[in-house]
């Protein structure tokens, strides 16, 4: 899907559709996305910019119970599938978050694990076109809260797997299925959390196609032995340059233990492929388990900083991996499963989904659903920004639009070029207006300085419009 520079025409095409019973109520819908994806972590009353009826307006849709938030998550993820219909391939990566609070509306909520919060679990997919990393939108999303039941270890084995949280996996997907007529360019992308045999067997059912990291090293059938003793012992095909990025401590979402805080570096890594038969696993009470032929690739790091722990993934996929370059894409593939965490940093906090004092669980579901594609549309700019620098920037913006930037940009030039400059020069220049300077000389920009940028260009052309058209010029 194209980033659609207007606001208004945005949010008709995305929130267009959904069926909330009455149709005044999506034109409600559009209305209000519109002014809050103008801001996206302004509260109602700064998105409505103290028009008291605008505000009055979106606080009854919100607190509206015949508006059904699912309807809202529905509707706007039936229109990304469509959107991605006429591409070749489509990611469909997946990972949980926790919307947490910690006002009045937490006793409606359920444990995150910390003691002064409690939340919501949101399981995500996001829709991603790999070529370009273009970001589509949301395939689904499911929310629940979560009830504190703790069970030891062999009693949560006993658990049937439909009624475990881990279902969540299949059950998302399963949603992304029911609402596309197309299922032979999406490919599943999850982190180690997915590595469960029903989960898998369930892909290779459905004819699925999949990359999940392994957490499990798995008896095998053929060849006999296990999953990472037999990769170790595979030829390395080659080797890949893999980007590791900084990170401050935090906690393992695995593991729960807490994790060291890790400096950004380039790793070289060796490959390793094989194509395997893995067996059953011996827990659980799931009939009918079946072995499954499946692929895998391991990436390791060499020549590791001591200090660091050295990079390590073993990914399971049903994409081909016989060749170098098939293997390649793979591991290109799973590398862009950051982005569906970095989806859930821009609902939680760019959107500051988190910030929002709503007293009825229901409002917060109803707000849930109405920024999770306004975080998608954040990250798109993004999107275009990185991989298609050096195309026209009128596939974003007016000639306007740009000759208004450009003036702004260049108050000495007199004259802006005939040629549209380009998507790197415009973002660039749109950033710039936010504050961004190049100290660090990597030429990177963030989503949030770029929206900062892009709310600011909207404001500037809107002066500059207002300006001409003062002094007879048609636009």
């Known amino acids: 899907m194209d980033f659609i520079p207007d606001t208004g025409s945005w949010a008709k095409h995305v929130y267009g559709a959904c069926r909330l019973g009455d149709k005044r109520r999506t034109k409600r819908l559009v209305a209000f996305a519109t002014r809050q994806a103008l801001r996206p972590d302004a509260s109602i009353p700064t998105a409505c910019e103290g028009d008291s009826a605008s505000q009055e307006g979106a606080y009854r849709f919100i607190e509206n119970d015949l508006v059904d938030a699912h309807a809202i998550e529905e509707g706007t993820s039936k229109r990304f599938l469509k959107d991605a219909d006429g591409l070749p391939v489509v990611l469909a990566l997946q990972d949980t978050t926790t919307v947490t609070y910690s006002h009045a509306l937490k006793e409606a909520l359920g444990a995150t694990g910390a003691k002064t919060t409690r939340g919501m679990l949101v399981h995500s997919v996001l829709l991603v076109e790999p070529e370009e990393k273009s970001i589509i939108g949301l395939g689904a999303q499911k929310w629940w809260v979560r009830k504190v039941n703790r069970k030891k270890k062999n009693e949560r084995r006993q658990v049937p797997y439909r009624d475990k ?68 012992k595979q030829p390395v095909v080659g080797h890949r340059n893999v980007v590791v990025e900084q990170r401050g401590p935090g906690q393992s979402k695995s593991t729960g233990k807490a994790r060291a805080p890790r400096k950004g570096r380039i790793a070289r890594t060796e490959i390793r492929t094989v194509s395997v038969t893995i067996k059953p696993g011996k827990y659980g009470v799931t009939k009918d388990k079946k072995s499954l032929s499946i692929n895998a690739i391991k990436v390791s790091e060499v020549d590791c900083p001591p200090e660091e722990e050295p990079l390590k993934w073993i990914l399971l996929t049903t994409e081909p991996v016989d060749t170098l370059e098939a293997a390649t894409r793979v591991i290109n593939y799973y590398e862009m499963r950051w982005l569906i965490e970095e989806f859930h940093k821009c609902w939680k906090t760019g959107c500051a989904l988190e910030q929002k004092r709503l007293q009825e669980l229901g409002n917060l579901e109803r707000i849930m659903a109405i920024l999770a594609p306004i975080a998608a549309r954040l990250l798109q700019l993004k999107s275009v920004y990185d991989s298609r620098p050096e195309a026209s920037c009128e596939q974003l913006m007016s000639r306007t639009e740009w000759v208004c930037l450009w003036l702004h940009s260049n108050p000495r030039k007199k004259k802006p070029p005939k040629k549209a400059p380009t998507i790197n020069w415009a973002l660039t220049a749109v950033a710039r207006t936010a504050g961004w300077t190049d100290t660090k000389r990597t030429g990177r920009i963030g989503w949030r300085t770029l929206w900062k940028g892009w709310f600011k260009f909207e404001e500037m052309v809107k002066g500059f419009e207002t300006a001409l058209r003062m002094q007879g010029v048609k636009l």
């Open 165 to 232: 949280e881990s279902y969540k996996w299949e059950q998302t997907l399963s949603i992304v299925l029911q609402r596309t007529k197309r299922k032979a360019h999406l490919v599943s992308v999850c982190d180690r959390e997915a590595d469960i045999h029903e989960f898998l067997q369930f892909h290779a059912e459905q004819n699925l196609r999949h990359v999940i990291r392994s957490w499990h090293s798995r008896a095998l059938e053929t060849p006999r032995g296990n999953l990472w003793t037999v990769l170790s």
